[in-house]
């Protein structure tokens, strides 16, 4: 049933985006996407792409990147922590890391510069633009890019002085301030940027609980928001065919991490509240220098420092609370310590009109990668007054060539082609003494066609291949079979429509896509009472199809709606687990959903300037259910989030009053079902963390 409702729904968006045109012709937008060897316009990328642009992300510096990303078709997010690090694209991504390192699904570039392990280096001021691209990305990102690719976007240096400054402040005692200021720093020579951004927040839980003298303690700030960023940017043009840029970051983010309570409210009662901290040193230096009239050399090279400690109160309690049970309460905390160092090298050749191949119909893109990636875990764990070590060292590299050709066969009909060449390597070692060594060839790529009708309609199909590398998993699992993991890939199909009508009026995005899974890496993991394990294994084959679309309609200068949607259908199609006699044995998830892939999500809303000066915003953003893990059957609950905001402009000045999650909806981020209460004896039991609640504010901001 749910099935046909899936296809009907997917029909009836086809029907409702693609009505006759009547427009003549028309101006095509003006957005950029730069993720692809070769920026195009976003009505001419044959790609499931979502774009938010400046004017979205103005007035949303203080939001968690996750909950604003969330908002595009088939975006989904994980928590378990002060904020989400992982995302998924139509149901494909990571949800949480604790002992075993972990190779990401979803590639995360901010200003060119990777931070694919963790969403928490995210924040959105001063951001010019991101790009979502949705589906195997293998040609350009390889190993980092199976599920797809965001591209995050500062703004950049300008000739002329300008600057920024915003102030926020809301409930839960947020606090946010930033500037940022650019502009030529020598003559026709030198340009320059730099911004600053604090924003904290007492967070959204509290704490209650009796310290060990025997005093009540309650707390508002052990699930705090406290985040500082900086970056800096220069663009030297070192002579009249090479421009050099030079991108710095530095990231100090010191949040807590208190967030799941026994009894599922905003109330916990632990006594050793965690901490969820990043802080990172990170630069990019790229070269673009014209070799000829025929074809330009980039090169890129990028370089991050992370210091990591993720740490939380393993048993949510105060010692004492439960002495009066029949188990009796335990008192453990859990710290993982990570120390990541990341080096990337990238250099191409990009053809130029002069330089076109195959007399002149072929725009041609040639280039090598290398990528050096260290991971040192310290993980400090306490069982009562016994401490336990553990320590591992997880070593990549890559070395990567790549091409890519687009071949005009006619004037409305263009052949892409492209295919990426992979060595990975892996070192692992712990302090369990395993030692793991392992090298594999992997091979991406991408043939695609793209029809332009007319300059209002664009058609395009391709077939692409993605790969995720496999990996090791760190300390106990239950059986040695699981102790390493297989490499994943997946074929993936979309055809899609670009299109607008009524003299650009009504903009139009529509995809359709289907993926095949191969040796579908699966997060599981094992619970009793105090030893949780979670692990990664493979299942034999899984598939998903569904649709993106995004609309936009201005009726006059005044009114924008806009519309998104999402709909996806995902499966394990053969799933086979290992028994406690090492045989492999149908496992109960074959035929069921990937954890994290919500079956819809939307978003619809409105900016309507109703009298000069005074913008009126609004939306709605909702998500079907969808299940927490693949280890157990519990599932989110659908929900629908209501956002308002006021902003009133004058001259340079801009005030904005906003409101989100009006209704104070309840919906969770994170979900588990194992064994933590005494008072129920140790039974399994759902615990949820919960997303924000209503938080309301105000930002005033002046631009110069």
Known sequence: MKTNILTGSMIAAYALLNTPAFAEEVTLDPIVVSADFREAKLSETANSVSVIGEEEIYDKSSSAFEEVIGKTPNVNFASGASRAHYIQIRGIGERSQFATPVNPSVGLNIDGIEFSQSALAVTLFDVNQIEVLRGPQGTTFGATGMAGVINIQSNEPTKETEGHIEAT???YNTKAFGAAVGGTLIEDTLLG???????????????????????????????NIDELTAKAKLRWFASDNHTIDLNYMHLDVDNGYDAFSLDN????????????????????????????????LVSKVSYSNSDLEYSYDEDWSYVGQFDDTSYGGYSWFDQYLRDREQTDLDVRLISDDEGRIFSGSTDWTMGVYAKNFTEDLTRNRREGDTYVLFTNEYKTKNRAIYGQLDSILTPKLTLTTGLRAEKWEVSYSDSDDVIINTDENLFGGKIGLQYQQDSSHLYYVSLSKGYKPGGVNAGDVPSPEYKDYQTETLWNIDAGLNANYFDNALISRLNFFYGKRKDQQVKVYTSDFQDFTDYLTNAAEGHYYGLEAELDYYPNDNVHFYGSLGLLKSKFDEY?????QGNLVPSSLEGRAPAHAPEYQYNIGVDYRFVENWTFKANAEGKGSYYFSNTHNEKSTAYTLFNSSLEYTHDNWTATVWVRNITDEDYYVRGFLWEQDPRDDYALERFTQFGAPRTVGFTVAYDF
């Open 169 to 171: 402040v809301g409930n």
């Open 265 to 296: 409210t905003r109330t916990t009662n632990s006594d050793e509240q965690g901490k969820d901290t990043q802080k990172t040193d990170a630069f990019s230096l790229k070269s673009t220098y014209q070799v000829n009239p025929k074809m330009h």
């Open 193 to 223: 940027r730099i911004s600053v951004y604090k924003n904290t927040s007492d967070g959204f839980m509290k704490n209650w609980h009796i310290d060990s003298e025997g005093n009540p303690i309650s707390q508002d700030d052990t699930n």
């Open 576 to 580: 086979a687990e290992y028994d406690e």
